[in-house]
């Protein structure tokens, strides 16, 4: 048996993951992110609560750091998470947020945690009718379907849902 592998890298240059847990001081807004899930009632939070950007960190799936971009991500658009269930009644799946870096330009979707800034939210579905042809072309190559600007009320209501389900387990 060997013990080679087993000390965790810890980064602590600012702005990095700074400690095991993987709490992170945000680059774009400068507040400090906790990532206890009893916060965020998601086990993986991966972007700032308060304005919603996020860094480019993982390469194959949710958590894995194995990135080495590590630029900053920007929310670009709202989506609904893809089911395996094609037909779920009137429920729509998810609500998710979509993210692209400022560096590579790779588009990921995530959970919206449950302390995110609804209003963030909101004005992130609002520029999103901004976006230009090429980041439109790009989505739909990675089949992400952006959900329309006018759709404020049933994001509300995703977003409200997300907030009482939070609220339901303490
Ligand atoms: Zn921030
Ligand atoms: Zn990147």
Redesign the pocket.
């Known amino acids: 048996m060997t013990t080679r592998f087993a000390t965790r890298r810890i980064y602590t240059r600012p702005g990095k993951i700074n400690n095991a847990s993987g709490d992170f001081v945000c680059d774009c807004c400068g507040t400090f992110v906790s990532v206890h899930v009893a916060l965020s009632g998601v086990g993986n939070r991966n972007h700032c609560p308060y304005c919603l950007a996020s860094r ?1 960190m993982d390469q194959f799936e949710p958590g894995d750091r194995l ?1 080495a ?3 900053p ?1 920007h929310p670009i658009g709202l989506t609904f998470k893809r089911t395996a269930k094609k037909y779920r009644g009137h429920q729509p799946g998810e609500l998710m947020l979509v993210h692209q ?6 588009v990921s979707i995530n959970r919206i945690a449950a302390d995110d800034d609804i209003e963030a939210i909101l004005s992130v579905l609002e520029q999103s009718a901004d976006l230009d042809r090429d980041t439109r072309a790009l989505l739909e190559r990675e089949r992400v379907m952006l959900l329309d600007t006018d759709q404020h009320d049933l994001v509300r209501h995703c977003l409200l849902g997300i907030h009482f389900a939070d609220a339901w387990q303490e």
Not at 101 to 106: A, N, R
């Open positions: 480019h990135s971009c590590k630029a991500m870096c400022e560096g590579c330009g790779k």
